[in-house]
């Protein structure tokens, strides 16, 4: 049976973050903490950065969802990323990984092996290659930029869907998003110049968190944080062309389109297609 999700189901779910405010305990990549705390808060969600192990298990006991993202690896970190997978767990509260850099190194493929060992997170958000390279598909990432385009490792998050029993997003120029249900959305929202901005796919996999935490579908969430995201940034986009200005301007733009967007202009621009695979 094909899946059905309509923008009024997702708009719900963009309410529900503004209303509940929901703790997402993050322990991602120093070059993006700034702007992804910025970024929940902007969208009506609570973020904590920590990753001491210290106290890791316990601010995973009181969040509602839990951020991983490997984008500046260190040993600690992944030790305190191992901790808070294990804790979130033992809680069932959702659990996201961003495999930033997956296939770039033998050490970043190892980090994944391991996080993986330890838990399926909730969802896996990450560009075309790596998706394809934590599915085990042989590709060559040049940097955290994607070699392979979103559509090419539908294959793979589909077989990492099912390794996972979870859901896997694919970012692109269309946004894949898949489930162990063979559910399947593509969203064609998002402007070029999001890619020019650091830290808009990582606050992606951040915001994917705090709608885990609201709504119980990890599908239909990672749905509705794509889809908020790519309007938002076809809206600052177009507000910063209009004034003549560039990315710098789109960046603080995106922050106040992610708090002032409204439930008809999310509908309106809302490009959706719901399937199964």
């Not at 059905?4 to 991602?28: G, K, N, Q």
């Not at 509602?64 to 804790?87: C, E, F, H, R």
């Not at 990315?247 to 002032?260: C, E, H, I, P, Y």
Request: charge should be negative; aromatic fraction near 4%; hydrophobic fraction near 50%.
């Amino acid at each position: 049976m094909t899946a059905s999700l309509c923008a009024a189901d997702l708009w719900s779910d963009v309410e529900a973050v503004r209303e509940r405010a929901p703790l997402v305990h993050s322990i991602t990549n120093l070059v993006v903490i700034n702007l992804n705390a910025n970024v929940l808060l902007a969208a009506g969600a609570s973020p904590v950065m920590a990753h001491a192990h210290e106290e890791v298990p316990a601010m995973v006991g009181i969040a509602q969802a839990l951020v991983l993202n490997i984008g500046t690896l260190d040993p600690y970190w992944v030790d305190s990323m191992k901790l808070a997978l294990a804790a979130a767990a033992q809680r069932d509260i959702p659990s996201v990984l961003d495999p930033v850099g997956a296939g770039a190194t033998p050490y970043r493929n190892q980090t994944l092996e391991a996080l993986l060992a330890v838990a399926s997170p909730t969802v896996i958000r990450g560009n075309g290659s790596e998706i394809m390279s934590t599915a085990g598909a042989a590709i060559r990432t040049r940097g955290v930029d994607s070699s392979a385009a979103a559509g090419d490792a539908l294959g793979a998050a589909q077989a990492l869907a099912q390794r996972t029993q979870g859901t896997v997003c694919v970012s692109g120029a269309v946004d894949h998003i898949l489930d162990a249900r063979k559910r399947w959305a593509r969203l064609s929202n998002g402007h070029p110049w999001m890619t020019r901005i650091t830290g808009v796919g990582c606050s992606a996999t951040a915001l994917v968190g705090a709608f885990c935490a609201v709504q119980p579908d990890a599908w239909r969430a990672t749905t509705a944080a794509m889809a908020y995201l790519g309007v938002v940034g076809e809206v600052a986009a177009e507000q910063a062309q209009a004034r003549g200005l560039g990315v710098g301007s789109m960046a603080v733009g995106l922050l106040d389109t992610l708090q002032l967007l409204d439930q008809a202009s999310f509908e309106q621009r809302l490009k959706l297609e719901v399937a199964s695979w």
